[in-house]
């Protein structure tokens, strides 16, 4: 049994195929915990409340805020994020894992505030394939598109910061690199040593 969860923060560009690669990894390991973060902004087309996001008003939201609820939470391109505090200490705890997906402002918060989280950053393997998925999506008007290729050029100088880096070739090489990283950290001499200690 493990004494204790390991938290997982993983940040990548917009475009760069968070979601997909996440959903495989959930549906290999469904007892990884996946955090649902609360956001302001409006829901896309399929995602569910609960599931893809807690979808909340901005004055909600700001309650949580004063109320201290948040392990972090950040405003990105106009609309807030945040992460509760209770349910990921409550999985740590249980010994259960927990994947937070985060953009890099929040991330930053995460690692000040717990230093034992490992943080993997999810790239495409070249700036401009993200630029193509980007187009490719469907989603956004051209303003947006450019919008977001330039706040990947700024969260680019923050990926130094993080201990991993995954690279985002196809979903499965991702995967797999994903589950590598998972299999180092739960292998840490910290996280074994109860099996050695008292001999």
Do not use: W
């Not at 968070?18 to 549906?27: C, E, G, R």
């Not at 829901?43 to 807690?54: A, F, I, L, S």
């Not at 969260?155 to 994903?178: C, L, P, S």
């Amino acid at each position: 049994m493990k004494q204790k969860g390991t938290l997982i923060v993983l940040s990548g560009f917009s475009g760069v195929g968070k979601n997909t690669v996440i959903s495989q990894v959930l549906a290999q390991r469904p007892e990884i915990h996946f955090s649902v973060s609360f956001t302001t902004r409006a829901p896309r087309t399929g995602e569910v409340n609960g599931k893809d996001y807690n979808f909340v008003t901005r004055e909600e939201f700001q309650a949580r805020i004063r109320r201290g609820e948040f392990l972090e939470y950040a405003e990105y391109n106009g609309n807030y994020y945040g992460t509760s505090m209770k349910v990921i200490r409550d999985k740590l705890e249980q010994g259960v894992d927990v994947l937070l997906e985060i953009e890099v402002q929040g991330a930053a918060a995460v690692m000040d505030k717990m230093p034992e989280a490992v943080s993997v950053f999810l790239v495409p393997p070249s700036f401009e394939e993200l630029s193509r998925r980007l187009y490719a999506r469907g989603t956004d008007d051209e303003e947006t598109i450019q919008k977001r290729l330039a706040i990947a050029r700024q969260e680019a100088k923050e990926v130094k910061n993080y201990m991993y880096i995954v690279v985002n070739d196809t979903v499965d090489h991702a995967v797999q690199e994903f589950f590598s990283i998972l299999t180092a950290e739960s292998c840490r001499a910290e996280r074994r040593i109860h099996f050695v200690e008292g001999v």
